[in-house]
């Protein structure tokens, strides 16, 4: 079942504020209109082809579509009209890029099942026991790194670089410690995803 949806206000205050209050009046009202027609959406895309989803990727889908929707009518600068229904829009473009998520997402899942072949099992039976932790330390950070939204790597990677929080916050124009604690809670839930699939 999908997350709550991450409420408009909060996803377009990371967005440069738009001059025209209207138009940001009239995004917040198509967001909060076609969130629950989303939502039917997403159950039915689950109940024919059901896909396993805590909310996270719905959300975040939701999210960059809000985000991408924001900056498109800032770039068109009050010419509107050629948006003739703002919630038809934000639905199409949530339908679409959660089509791409989704396929993105069952790649990496046949990717994470391929069996390895008795020759790579060999390989692995005549390492030591460390040199197995290590192999084992390495493909599950390359995991962690692949499932990763994008997002979050480029977060990962700044502090990798030993960025600070508020750096990092200034750069994506939230509080330091908005991101901290999505980033935190983004890995923890990812963390849970990959020890329920093991």
Do not use: C
Not at 99 to 123: F, G, N, T
Not at 175 to 189: A, E, T, W, Y
């Amino acid at each position: 079942m999908p997350a709550p949806e991450p409420g408009p206000e909060w996803v377009l205050s990371g967005v440069n504020p738009r001059s025209d209050p209207a138009t940001e009046s009239e995004l917040l009202r198509a967001a909060r209109s076609a969130w629950p027609k989303a939502l039917a959406h997403v159950r039915q895309v689950q109940s024919q082809n059901p896909f396993d989803d805590d909310g996270i990727l719905v959300a975040e889908v939701w999210e960059s579509v809000l985000q991408s929707v924001s900056r498109t009518l800032d770039r068109m600068d009050g010419r509107r009209g050629e948006i003739g229904d703002l919630e038809a829009y934000l639905l199409g473009s949530f339908y679409h890029r959660l089509r791409r998520a989704l396929k993105k997402e069952q790649r990496r899942e046949e990717m994470i099942h391929l069996v390895p072949s008795a020759q790579e099992l060999e390989v692995l039976g005549k390492t030591s026991n460390a040199e197995q932790h290590d192999i084992e330390d390495t493909l599950h950070a390359q995991e962690i790194l692949d499932r990763m939204d994008e997002w979050s790597r480029k977060v990962w990677v700044a502090r990798e670089y030993g960025y600070t929080w508020k750096h990092i916050g200034r750069v994506l124009g939230i509080p330091g410690d908005s991101v901290m604690l999505r980033f935190r809670r983004r890995m923890k839930i990812l963390r849970a995803r990959l020890s329920g699939g093991r």
